[in-house]
């Protein structure tokens, strides 16, 4: 291992005692391992609080409920772990602590040399193990020596007993070939095992390309991470190795393992609020758990909570397999690397934004970052004037009234309105300003600030909060028409809110709104868009102060005045998603009929990785259209619908200790391109087929060990034993082309050979010649009647008329021949493979194993395959395609003396086979 990677064990144990150091976990024995203490931000405490609990959760539920059978069919229990690159982890201290080890036979940690003999030190030092224990062991050794890890380990872990394998972020720094190595014969050698891996997942979308970038810096870059880069490719890493392989992200861990109070209580712990990154951060890692088929797991996992419409696999969910087009504006922009600020636009000039505070860059006059302030709190109020192509103009004025997030701004009438937001998680505001535009762009007429202190002597005002949404409507009083601006929901530190409240900008007062019909629980990180005349729609949020509890409905509130709201369920099923924008857009078919349509942009959605653009059909109360966004990460953004265009501006977060991320550039989508796009929901699903969603997260795949995707047949039973909805893994997918292909041909050879026979057999009953032995068959083979060969026939002895034999002598002949070139073959690649993978098949010597006894991921087993070899032989001697076959396997070694003998030798075979059958 390198000194980067080793280097990684000493970030990670003290980012694991700053997280213990607050109260989140119990664990006395890391602060032994490293020399002070230091400070981290909440989303890596958390992040690391829910690593260490699941872990630890998951570990002591499989010492409980894991089992094999032994010799005599008694169920034994998991009796020795194996902790691959344990570091300075502290696991066996505390399963000791706890009882949950004391079935434990030996407890094995490997690692490098300069980390064990460190954690020696420490141990010793304080003492932390009894001198004579002998549970606890440790082996030196390099994970990329393969052979020598196995060699040492051995003596160690007898394989006859049940083992748990733990791998806590180490196999991803090890390259492909070696990590899948290490795993295949875990579950060859140690066939009563199981395999729990924690690693990075989903590296495809903006965060977890940023999250690669970031490791690379680090000179330690993530192997099969970058390999197997989705759940579905991890869940295909042993198919065919473990005889189960379950996996989820931690947003499912989360709601699967960790109780409410617990989460309640961390809450407590420190202030947060980073609630788009902390899901974010959890979809990109994963928990995945593989078996081998003589382990039994009683009670695998608590149920999983229903979360419904599982993005990207639902029925209900519509997801385009395309992405959309986007143009990327770089003109004026490069100030707008910044995340949470406000937005909204002149109701006279559409065109007309104006931007209000957020964080970011901050930039001098000349356009130039500020270096003495690189990433802050803007203090700013900026006036864009965009086009297709982006921005044209960008004015900004400077007030220490814009440095705040989470705020709401609108436009009412002439003034610009803004309300609320925090200076920090624990300092809200329930300020408001109203600024007063003059004339065309950004002239600042009157800057009026009422802050908490003019609202005590109102009888009716809202409290501080942040994390609100609000909404602009029309209010006809007779022939005027007023403004009247809907604040709803939001947080403080400690609390969630359910009530809302309409400001009229006119008389400078607040009315607090009374809902009648579907009651509206406490709420924050919701959006509310204007619909039409009195009517807004409410989408999305978190609901009842519970990280857990997010809305996956859409709410209708009515306004028959401005104190009273009527509000109904419009639609449910939706992804349960918060953070996000939404926008209504009308447009007209050929015929001239409208259409409303509810854009969802962005947010978090935690079935999810990815950002999402939704167009929901407001008229036929269904989901249209769903699209992954690629280019940019829609969270903490502000966006804006301009005729058939949506643009998105800003947008990032803290994401964990990888960094800051911004959106460079404005993102303008059209709106009319993505609802062309083409759908992944198009496609018909077999009837009986459940997608992953509707299995749920851990019950993902359940596929025979003895599974062998290179056989024709084989491959086909095993496309029905596959889940639908899971892909092969990379490695499979030329294997997977070449058979299918020679399946196809195979079949095209039987179909034109029964017509063929077909024909012939017409052609008999035509000239009056009786057939012998009845009709023919697809395994007969056909002869021409000819003199020739009735005089051959008369000559064997057979009959004198012309008639067909069956040809069965040959049949066995072409069986025995076939046998003989799979077996050479196979023991061809056997060699190859052995000495092209080094260390993978030798090194057993300590328990009797060599290296043949250690079987390559395509070796064939006759008492193993899903199918018999002799009845896959019989039926390859149907097709008249195995000669291109053969003739292609030769080709590939006719440089070597041994391929052209054997050649030589089919060739006499097939010479003599020929011969045989035309007597």
């Excluded at 202030?271 to 593989?290: C, G, I, K, P, R």
């Excluded at 609320?420 to 600024?435: E, H, M, S, T, Y």
């Excluded at 309409?502 to 709420?523: A, D, I």
């Amino acid at each position: 291992m390198s000194a980067p990677v080793q280097g990684t064990n000493d970030s990670c144990t003290l980012s694991k005692a700053a997280m213990i150091s607050k109260g989140y976990f119990k664990d006395p024995y890391v602060r032994r391992f490293v020399s002070a203490i230091v400070t981290r931000s909440p989303i890596i405490n958390r992040g690391y609080f829910i690593r260490a609990y699941s872990l630890q959760a998951l570990v002591t539920h499989l010492l409980k409920n894991a089992f094999y059978l032994d010799e005599k069919g008694v169920e034994m229990p998991i009796q020795q772990i194996v902790s691959l690159g344990a570091g300075f982890d502290t696991m066996y201290f505390r399963l000791r602590d706890s009882g949950a080890a004391e079935k434990l036979l030996k407890y094995v940690e490997v690692d490098t040399e300069v980390v064990i003999k460190k954690k020696k030190a420490i141990i010793e030092k304080y003492q932390l193990l009894e001198p004579k224990q002998k549970v606890m062991d440790f082996l030196m050794t390099d994970m990329n020596d393969t052979k020598g890890m196995f060699e040492k380990l051995l003596p160690k872990a007898n394989p006859r007993h049940g083992t748990l394998v733990i791998c806590e972020v180490s196999l991803v720094y090890l390259p492909v070939l070696i990590s899948d190595r290490i795993l295949r014969i875990f579950s060859e050698v140690y066939n009563r095992s199981l395999c729990l891996l924690y690693e990075q997942t989903n590296t495809r979308d903006p965060f977890g390309k940023f999250m690669m970038k970031h490791f690379q810096k680090l000179d330690c870059p993530l192997g099969s991470p970058a390999e197997y880069n989705t759940l579905d490719s991890v869940l295909n890493r042993m198919t065919g190795r473990f005889a189960r392989i379950m996996s989820a992200d931690l947003n499912h861990i989360t709601v699967q393992i960790l109780p409410p109070s617990e989460l309640e209580r961390i809450s407590k712990i420190e202030l947060f609020d980073e609630f788009e990154e902390l899901v974010q951060l959890n979809s990109h890692y994963a928990m995945t758990l593989m078996t081998t088929k003589d382990i039994t797991i009683h009670n695998v996992f608590p149920p999983v909570k229903d979360m419904k419409c599982q993005c990207c696999c639902s029925k209900k969910l519509l997801v385009s397999k395309h992405m959309p087009k986007v143009t990327t504006s770089r003109k004026l922009d490069h100030r707008l690397q910044l995340f949470k600020t406000l937005l909204c636009h002149d109701w006279n000039q559409p065109s007309t934004l104006f931007l209000v505070g957020g964080f970011g860059t901050e930039f001098t006059p000349s356009g130039k970052p500020n270096e003495n302030h690189p990433h802050c709190r803007l203090k700013y109020l900026a006036d864009m004037d965009i086009t297709d192509t982006g921005i044209d103009a960008f004015k900004c004025v400077r007030n220490f009234l814009w440095e705040r997030l989470h705020a709401v701004m609108e436009v009412c009438d002439d003034s610009i309105i803004v309300f609320g937001g925090r200076l920090g998680p624990a300092k809200a505001l329930n300020d408001l300003i109203r600024i007063t535009v003059v004339g065309n762009g950004l002239h600042v007429g009157d800057i009026k600030h009422f802050d908490a202190s003019y609202w005590r002597g109102l009888s009716c005002h809202p409290c501080p909060r942040f994390r609100h949404a609000s909404a602009v409507f029309e209010k006809n009083y007779g022939s005027v028409k007023e403004f009247c601006m809907l604040v709803d929901g939001g947080k403080d530190k400690s609390q969630s809110f359910k009530d809302a409240f309409v400001y009229n900008h006119v008389l400078t007062s607040w009315s607090e709104v009374s809902f009648m019909g579907k009651k509206l629980p406490p709420r924050h990180s919701h959006s509310i868009c204007y619909w039409n005349d009195l009517s807004l729609l409410l989408s999305g949020g978190v609901f009842n102060n519970s990280e857990t509890d997010i809305n996956n409905k859409l709410y209708h509130l009515n306004f028959s005045t401005t104190e009273l709201c009527s509000v109904e369920v419009l639609a449910s099923g939706l992804p349960p998603q918060f953070g996000h924008t939404s926008h209504v857009y009308t447009d007209s078919d050929e015929k001239g009929e409208k259409t409303d349509w509810l854009l969802l942009v962005g947010g978090v959605v935690p079935v999810s990785p990815f950002s999402l653009i939704q167009i929901f059909n407001l008229n036929t109360k269904q989901m249209f259209r769903q699209v992954r966004v690629h280019d940019c990460l829609m969270i903490n953004h502000s966006s804006h619908v301009l005729g058939h265009r949506l643009f998105v501006v800003g947008g990032g977060g803290n994401l964990f200790s990888f960094g800051t991320y911004f959106n460079k550039h404005i993102k303008i989508y059209s709106i009319q391109e993505i609802k062309k796009m083409s759908l992944k929901g198009d496609q018909k699903k077999k009837d009986g087929e459940k997608t992953q969603s509707e299995r749920g997260s851990w019950d993902s795949t359940v596929v025979g060990n003895d599974c062998q995707t290179t056989d024709l047949l084989n491959l086909e039973l095993a496309d029905h034993l596959r889940v639908p909805g899971t892909p092969r893994s990379f490695s499979e997918r030329a294997n997977m082309k070449n058979a299918a292909a020679r399946l196809q041909v195979g079949r095209n050879t039987i179909q034109e050979k029964a017509r063929q026979v077909g024909a012939g057999k017409e052609a008999l009953n035509k000239a009056g010649r009786p057939m012998q032995g009845g009709s023919l068959s697809p395994s007969t083979r056909e002869v021409t009647p000819t003199p020739n060969n009735s005089r051959k026939n008369s000559f064997a002895g057979g009959s004198t008329a012309s008639s067909v034999r069956t040809d069965k002598f040959v049949v066995e002949k072409k069986v025995k021949a076939k046998k003989h070139r799979h077996k050479k073959t196979a023991s061809k690649s056997k060699s190859a493979r052995s000495n092209c993978s080094g260390t993978s098949g030798s090194g057993f010597s300590s328990q009797g194993l060599s290296s043949d006894n250690v079987p390559s991921s395509r070796d064939i087993s006759p008492n193993k395959s899903l199918l018999d070899l002799d009845q896959l032989t019989k039926s390859l001697t149907k097709l008249d395609s195995d000669q291109s076959r053969d003739n292609s396997e030769d080709d590939k070694g006719s440089n070597s003396p041994k391929s052209k003998s054997s050649k030589q030798k089919k060739h006499k075979n097939k010479k003599h086979t020929s011969e045989t059958s035309s007597d």
